[in-house]
């Protein structure tokens, strides 16, 4: 069942951040029809916040729509998710270079909150709220990194990410050991250090997307056995 975002929306920003939130998760899998009637049903909403919705995600290359107001969430592409990662592996080590420079104590300690939600979720083994507090994780170093342009361009790339078969609960440890060097080095004030560690931690991220994207074209090409 689709897990409605709760927060202060308008009803479309409302049934966009819920359904992009379900493509992220994997829970709307890539080729999985949807209708308007069915997802406004599911969300307890008219048709014309879905619609609107539906808008923002084929404008992002989401989904596809197709005749009968209807849907099928778009398969991810290699070419696209290394496209995703190169842009991620410039802008993001910059961004978190500024925010060890000019960050505030507030900014600082919102990062600082990120990180710990995201320490309780894997605790907890909650994946979905792990792969929420990772995204946030980054996009808040992104905020404090000052830059409407960064802000803008990295919040866009994490929209695009191909969450689905990362299995991010599987990488926590090392994940979140990478984001602490990171938080740390922001803190203690070392922008070279803290794009470096960035730049690793991105690094490994678009390591793993490869390795994704290789079973499934290794899958694809294997023979169908007879049943």
Do not use: C
């Amino acid at each position: 069942m689709i897990e409605r975002v709760h927060t202060f929306l308008t009803k479309s920003e409302l049934a966009y951040q819920t359904l992009l939130s379900a493509i992220q998760s994997g829970e709307l899998k890539p080729g999985q029809k949807v209708t308007l009637n069915e997802l406004a049903a599911r969300l307890g909403m008219s048709l014309t916040p879905v619609r609107d919705a539906f808008t923002l995600l084929a404008e992002q290359g989401l989904i596809e729509r197709t005749p009968h107001h209807a849907a099928v969430i778009a398969k991810k592409k290699p070419s696209r998710s290394e496209e995703v990662s190169l842009l991620r592996a410039i802008l993001e080590p910059e961004a978190v270079r500024l925010a060890a420079m000019y960050a505030n104590p507030a900014q600082i300690d919102e990062i600082a909150e990120a990180y710990q939600a995201s320490l309780d979720a894997a605790k907890n083994q909650n994946a979905r709220e792990l792969s929420k507090y990772n995204e946030l994780f980054h996009l808040k170093i992104a905020e404090a990194s000052g830059s409407s342009f960064l802000i803008e361009f990295i919040s866009s790339l994490w929209k695009a990410l191909p969450a689905q078969g990362m299995k991010l609960y599987d990488n926590a440890p090392a994940i979140l050991k990478s984001h602490a060097d990171i938080l740390t080095a922001i803190r203690d004030g070392k922008p070279d250090e803290a794009s470096a560690l960035m730049a690793g931690h991105v690094g490994h991220a678009a390591d793993r997307a490869r390795e994704y994207f290789d079973r499934l074209r290794q899958s694809d090409s294997e023979p169908e056995k007879d049943a």
